[in-house]
């Protein structure tokens, strides 16, 4: 009479979190295409390492994706999605 409800239950979930997986990408990537300009800017100030791109996106007011100041890996992660 109960069937498999623990199955169905499991299914679900699985399909929620590829979803909000999908949804963290994404915003993700728009966030990395929409600071990117403000990267290049960095490199063209005479930037070269992830250390003074950070620098550079603090110093102009830039958000990072978390909020807060830039870090060196966090700028590494935004290039590693572009």
Same mark, same amino acid.
């Given at each position: 009479?109960?069937?498999?409800? $623990?199955? *169905?239950?499991? #299914?679900?979930? &699985?399909?929620?979190? @590829?979803?909000?997986?999908? =949804? !963290?990408?994404?915003?993700?990537?728009?966030?990395? $295409?929409? *600071?990117?300009? #403000?990267?290049? &800017?960095?490199?063209? @100030?005479?930037?070269?390492? =992830? !250390?003074?791109?950070?620098?550079?996106?603090?110093?102009?007011?830039?958000?990072?994706?978390?909020?807060?100041?830039?870090? @060196?890996?966090?700028?590494?992660?935004?290039?590693?999605?572009?």
């Amino acid at each position: 009479m109960g069937g498999d409800r $623990a199955g *169905i239950i499991a #299914s679900q979930a &699985a399909k929620g979190s @590829a979803a909000s997986a999908a =949804l !963290r990408r994404a915003q993700a990537a728009k966030h990395a $295409a929409d *600071i990117m300009p #403000s990267i290049e &800017a960095a490199k063209a @100030a005479g930037a070269v390492s =992830l !250390r003074e791109i950070a620098e550079y996106l603090n110093e102009h007011g830039e958000e990072a994706p978390k909020g807060g100041n830039w870090s @060196a890996t966090q700028v590494n992660r935004v290039l590693s999605l572009t």
